[in-house]
């Protein structure tokens, strides 16, 4: 069994900064990309940012500037700093990671249950 859980999300005034934080756990023989998207009610999931396992990095338009993706391949954990946070922003976050199962051998995309993530005054 593999989970992903995240942490961090919350409400914060516009211009304010966040970090999410997300752990994977279980049966993991290797992880390669982890990526951070996002969902706004009434609108579909869009991918914010992601990152490869020897650390390169892409992030939407709307994010560019303002947030960082980082991770530890030690702790299999990956984060979000989302600086100069806008209303914009408001939206469901979700981690993912591509995870190759240690006891299948199967490598599939694995999501976490997602953190509120609200900008408002």
């Known amino acids: 069994q593999v989970q992903l859980v995240e942490s961090g999300g919350g409400l914060v005034q516009p211009g304010g900064s966040l970090r999410l934080s997300c752990a994977a756990s279980g049966s993991i023989l290797s992880i390669s990309n982890m990526a951070w998207y996002r969902q706004a009610p009434g609108k579909q999931r869009e991918l914010v940012a992601g990152?490869?396992?020897?650390?390169?990095?892409n992030y939407a338009d709307s994010v560019k500037g303002r947030f960082t993706i980082s991770r530890d391949n030690a702790n299999n954990t990956v984060s979000l700093l989302m600086n100069s946070l806008k209303p914009e922003d408001t939206a469901v976050y979700f981690c993912?990671?591509?995870?190759?199962?240690?006891?299948?051998?199967?490598?599939?995309?694995?999501w976490g249950q997602g953190t509120q993530v609200t900008v408002s005054s």
């Open positions: 993912a990671a591509d995870i190759l199962h240690l006891l299948t051998r199967a490598r599939r995309y694995y």
């Open positions: 990152i490869s396992s020897g650390g390169s990095t």
